[in-house]
């Protein structure tokens, strides 16, 4: 692959549009050009649950939504008038019938490279590699990964893992490259492919799992969402259960960068978020990992910490944010940024709120709220 | 009307449809045609199931998994006994039931 960085500009003056995908159906949340005010409009599929929904820059107008009820299967939806109608996959995501491996629900969607309209790639719970090559209408496994002899090794059975289901996200396809790809799994850690997904190879040297006795194993770690750095895709980014951490490639070793977070606060969180062209640029949003775990905002005051310098330091942000009582849980899918310069930073809580930033998390209000459970945010403009 | 042969071998089954499921049949009530390959082998639940994906595509994915299993939360009732498996044969009475069962929020 080409070691360049990749050329970023802030996307003009228009509204944004956060894609909003809840336990409970997806709705759209668009403001208007200054991105003060904000107007909420759904529910689409009310009652889905609904992982993730995105749409695809390289037409600006297909979206793709990952859904399941309670009572029934798991599928993808699609729409190729930005949200106006939609239909069904006719073959989404699915195990090969002979390996015993059921499909629970579909969790992460991301677009393929840009060279490659219609193509896109699904993560799934628990751990598979699906790619369609028809903007979504069916769906193929990645045999080399959900086939890999490994695969079992790498990401235990599949009862393990995360509270509701072990499961495949940051599927991160490389700007310069299509055939150069990492995901994130909980549990398994991150892996990387340089021949498009037909051999993958681990990378989480350096990243602790305090959950293994002994030494940190190879694989078998729980990162929580792991993000290219902005405009240089040789850095990435990574919440992870156990720290937050930094990478640059061609080195295999993450840097713990959590050890600088404030010690009250700690470096257990769920979503990290980048800026689009400042590679040195990250948020994360820290939950509570103490004792039993309670994942909310530590001590009740929610607040996002960014840090300018790679994460060598970091900056509470938390002006417009509840200064107490406010119990938030944000999930690795909800926090999210624009590209409009200066940068939006949006989260969504578990309690059915949506904060946002329009001055790089200098300040916050809450754009809705009273909505489900949120799973994802993902903004377009 | 339940199960009937008709002049083309197949069995016409009455099928009642759950809420969640009409959006693919836009209705409460179906009848599907289930082929009968040989006079000795009669048509199954599993049987259903495939017509009605035909005639409504997508639907039997989300009811059966991909490894043959009912969902979870999926029952079906065949002239009004429980049945999880797709081989249960069909009787000249069938009517099938597709029921969604979920509790909690």
Request: aromatic share 8%; proline share 9%; net charge positive.
């Given at each position: 692959?080409?070691?360049?960085?990749?050329?970023?500009?802030?996307?003009?003056?228009r509204r944004i549009r956060l894609l909003v995908a809840t336990r409970k159906g997806l709705w759209t949340l668009t403001s208007d050009v200054a991105r003060n005010g904000w107007k909420l409009a759904g529910p689409q599929f009310l009652g889905h649950i609904v992982h993730h929904a995105v749409c695809d820059p390289r037409d600006g107008k297909t979206w793709l939504a990952a859904a399941r009820t309670g009572h029934l299967g798991p599928t993808v939806f699609r729409s190729a008038d930005s949200g106006r109608t939609w239909k069904e996959a006719t073959r989404p995501p699915a195990f090969a019938e002979a390996g015993?491996?059921?499909?629970?629900?579909?969790?992460?969607?991301?677009?393929?490279?840009?060279?490659?309209?219609?193509?896109?790639?699904?993560?799934?719970?628990?751990?598979?590699?699906?790619?369609?090559?028809?903007?979504?209408?069916?769906?193929?496994?990645?045999?080399?990964?959900?086939?890999?002899?490994?695969?079992?090794?790498?990401?235990?059975?599949?009862?393990?893992?995360?509270?509701?289901?072990?499961?495949?996200?940051?599927?991160?396809?490389?700007?310069?490259?299509?055939?150069?790809?990492?995901?994130?799994?909980?549990?398994?850690?991150?892996?990387?492919?340089?021949?498009?997904?037909?051999?993958?190879?681990?990378?989480?040297?350096?990243?602790?799992?305090?959950?293994?006795?002994?030494?940190?194993?190879?694989?078998?770690?729980?990162?929580?969402?792991?993000?290219?750095?902005?405009?240089?895709?040789?850095?990435?980014?990574?919440?992870?259960?156990?720290?937050?951490?930094?990478?640059?490639?061609?080195?295999?070793?993450?840097?713990?960068?959590?050890?600088?977070?404030?010690?009250?606060?700690?470096?257990?969180?769920?979503?990290?978020?980048?800026?689009?062209?400042?590679?040195?640029?990250?948020?994360?949003?820290?939950?509570?990992?103490?004792?039993?775990?309670?994942?909310?905002?530590?001590?009740?005051?929610?607040?996002?910490?960014?840090?300018?310098?790679?994460?060598?330091?970091?900056?509470?942000?938390?002006?417009?944010?509840?200064?107490?009582?406010?119990?938030?849980?944000?999930?690795?899918?909800?926090?999210?940024?624009?590209?409009?310069?200066?940068?939006?930073?949006?989260?969504?809580?578990?309690?059915?709120?949506?904060?946002?930033?329009?001055?790089?998390?200098?300040?916050?209000?809450?754009?809705?709220?009273?909505?489900?459970?949120?799973?994802?945010?993902?903004?377009?403009? | 009307?339940?199960?009937?042969?008709?002049?083309?071998?197949?069995?016409?089954?009455?099928?009642?449809?759950?809420?969640?499921?009409?959006?693919?049949?836009?209705?409460?009530?179906?009848?599907?045609?289930?082929?009968?390959?040989?006079?000795?082998?009669?048509?199954?639940?599993?049987?259903?199931?495939?017509?009605?994906?035909?005639?409504?595509?997508?639907?039997?994915?989300?009811?059966?998994?991909?490894?043959?299993?009912?969902?979870?939360?999926?029952?079906?009732?065949?002239?009004?006994?429980?049945?999880?498996?797709?081989?249960?044969?069909?009787?000249?009475?069938?009517?099938?039931?597709?029921?969604?069962?979920?509790?909690?929020?």
């Amino acid at each position: 692959m080409t070691r360049t960085k990749v050329a970023a500009r802030p996307a003009p003056a228009r509204r944004i549009r956060l894609l909003v995908a809840t336990r409970k159906g997806l709705w759209t949340l668009t403001s208007d050009v200054a991105r003060n005010g904000w107007k909420l409009a759904g529910p689409q599929f009310l009652g889905h649950i609904v992982h993730h929904a995105v749409c695809d820059p390289r037409d600006g107008k297909t979206w793709l939504a990952a859904a399941r009820t309670g009572h029934l299967g798991p599928t993808v939806f699609r729409s190729a008038d930005s949200g106006r109608t939609w239909k069904e996959a006719t073959r989404p995501p699915a195990f090969a019938e002979a390996g015993g491996r059921v499909v629970d629900h579909t969790f992460w969607l991301t677009p393929g490279h840009a060279s490659e309209p219609g193509v896109w790639y699904a993560g799934t719970s628990p751990q598979g590699l699906f790619r369609s090559a028809d903007a979504g209408a069916t769906w193929e496994g990645v045999a080399g990964f959900n086939a890999h002899p490994q695969r079992k090794a790498w990401c235990g059975g599949d009862q393990d893992g995360t509270p509701d289901g072990p499961k495949m996200h940051s599927i991160l396809i490389d700007p310069r490259d299509r055939a150069h790809m990492y995901i994130g799994m909980s549990g398994g850690g991150v892996f990387e492919s340089v021949d498009a997904g037909a051999d993958w190879r681990p990378l989480n040297k350096g990243v602790r799992a305090d959950f293994f006795p002994g030494p940190p194993p190879e694989f078998g770690h729980d990162p929580h969402c792991v993000r290219f750095a902005g405009a240089n895709p040789d850095r990435l980014y990574q919440q992870n259960h156990c720290g937050i951490y930094r990478i640059d490639r061609p080195s295999d070793t993450w840097q713990d960068i959590g050890a600088t977070m404030p010690k009250s606060v700690g470096d257990v969180g769920f979503p990290v978020a980048v800026h689009p062209r400042d590679p040195d640029s990250l948020w994360v949003l820290p939950m509570d990992g103490t004792s039993v775990w309670p994942r909310t905002a530590p001590g009740g005051r929610p607040a996002v910490y960014r840090s300018r310098d790679g994460g060598k330091t970091w900056k509470r942000q938390d002006q417009g944010l509840p200064r107490s009582q406010a119990w938030w849980t944000v999930k690795r899918q909800a926090m999210t940024t624009d590209t409009r310069d200066p940068m939006g930073l949006y989260f969504g809580t578990t309690s059915g709120e949506i904060w946002g930033s329009r001055d790089e998390g200098r300040s916050f209000r809450c754009l809705a709220r009273h909505l489900p459970h949120i799973f994802a945010l993902e903004a377009w403009c | 009307m339940t199960a009937r042969a008709s002049r083309e071998a197949a069995v016409v089954v009455r099928v009642k449809i759950p809420s969640p499921l009409r959006s693919y049949t836009g209705a409460a009530e179906v009848t599907v045609a289930v082929p009968v390959l040989a006079p000795e082998l009669p048509p199954t639940v599993g049987g259903v199931l495939a017509a009605l994906d035909g005639a409504y595509p997508g639907i039997r994915f989300r009811i059966i998994d991909e490894q043959r299993q009912l969902r979870p939360h999926i029952k079906l009732f065949v002239g009004g006994t429980l049945t999880r498996d797709l081989a249960t044969p069909l009787t000249s009475e069938s009517e099938v039931m597709i029921v969604a069962a979920l509790s909690g929020g």
